[in-house]
T-cell receptor, first 116, second 112 residues
């Protein structure tokens, strides 16, 4: 296991199309996070999962966005009816939580989405 | 919600000089403060972190200080090298495993 893996690395889509991204976390990690990063900004939190349960969603996550983690392992982020404003880097991160101790909050390399 | 301000937005230093990046946060309940380094086109990588029960932490050329009363924390890089050139982000969290609120980043340029 070499870290958090995201696919695809790049995605170009036409406005109005649906896109889906995948994240494979570090296998022993039980928390998975999605962030969005636009040029010149820090990552912004979108949502996170504890195992298969989606525990928190940001107000940035409009109803066009949906995330799943069906078996508590990999996760998908889908954007429906894409808009040009959705163009960004979508970052996934994972961590292990045991008691009150966190371990290894690690980011993937991201999926860069361009909506044309 | 939490708000994190980061300064400066760009910082240019000569190789061997020290660099300091400062962040302030708004939520006094935040208790975990990581720093990430992001090179162009690459993932953010954790370089150091500090928890609210500690005032300072050091790891070789990198140190972080935390002032809970003033709600600010700083990253110090000594003996800078050209490979330190990157964008650095500070972040704050209500716990070590919760969501992170990031600053807008500081582009550090280290000239040989």
């Amino acid at each position: 296991d070499t870290g958090v893996s995201q696919n695809p690395r790049h995605k170009i889509t036409k406005r109005g199309q649906n896109v889906t991204f995948r994240c494979d976390p570090i296998s022993e990690h039980n928390r998975l996070y999605w962030y969005r990063q636009t040029l010149g900004q820090g990552p912004e939190f979108l949502t996170y999962f504890q195992n298969e349960a989606q525990l928190e969603k940001s107000r940035l996550l409009s109803d066009r966005f949906s995330a799943e983690r069906p078996k508590g392992s990999f996760s998908t982020l889908e954007i429906q009816r894409t808009e040009q404003g959705d163009s960004a880097m979508y970052l996934c991160a994972s961590s292990l939580v045991e008691g009150d101790r966190p371990y290894g909050y690690t980011f993937g390399s991201g999926t860069r989405l361009t909506v044309v | 919600g939490e708000n994190v301000e980061q300064h400066p937005s760009t910082l240019s230093v000569q190789e061997g000089d020290s660099a300091v990046i400062k962040c302030t946060y708004s939520d006094s309940a935040s208790n975990y403060f990581p720093w990430y380094k992001q090179e162009l086109g690459k993932r953010p990588q954790l370089i150091i972190d500090i928890r609210s029960n500690v005032g300072e932490k050091k790891d070789q050329r990198i140190a972080v200080t935390l002032n809970k009363t003033a709600k600010h924390f700083s990253l110090h890089i000594t003996e800078t090298q050209p490979e330190d050139s990157a964008v650095y982000f500070c972040a704050a969290s209500l716990s070590g495993y919760s969501t992170l609120t990031f600053g807008k980043g500081t582009m550090l340029l280290v000239s040989p």
